[in-house]
């Protein structure tokens, strides 16, 4: 399974209106979840431009390319349940 398939199910597993943290993704592959915190956000910007999720500081939506700092996964335009 992909970081992006990881991401999607962690979403599904909770409310619609929850969000998720890379870390959440990241922390299920052990002690060097560090080392996967790019990789995580990666997968959730290739789903973002997808529109599948979409990335938020706060409750602001902003562009990855730009996001500084801490960020939440939501579900996007494009969900599919």
Do not use: F, N, Y
Not at 17 to 32: K, L, N, Y
Not at 59 to 75: N, S
Request: proline share 5%; charged share 35%; glycine share 8%.
């Amino acid at each position: 399974m992909g970081l992006g398939e990881e991401i999607v199910d962690k979403l599904a597993a909770r409310k619609p209106e929850s969000s998720i943290c890379p870390s959440d993704v990241a922390r299920d592959h052990g002690d060097d979840w560090r080392d996967l915190m790019d990789d995580v956000r990666a997968a959730a910007a290739e789903l973002a431009a997808a529109g599948t999720v979409i990335i938020t500081q706060g409750d602001r939506e902003v562009d990855m390319a730009a996001a500084k700092g801490p960020i939440r996964i939501r579900r996007g335009p494009k969900w599919q349940d």
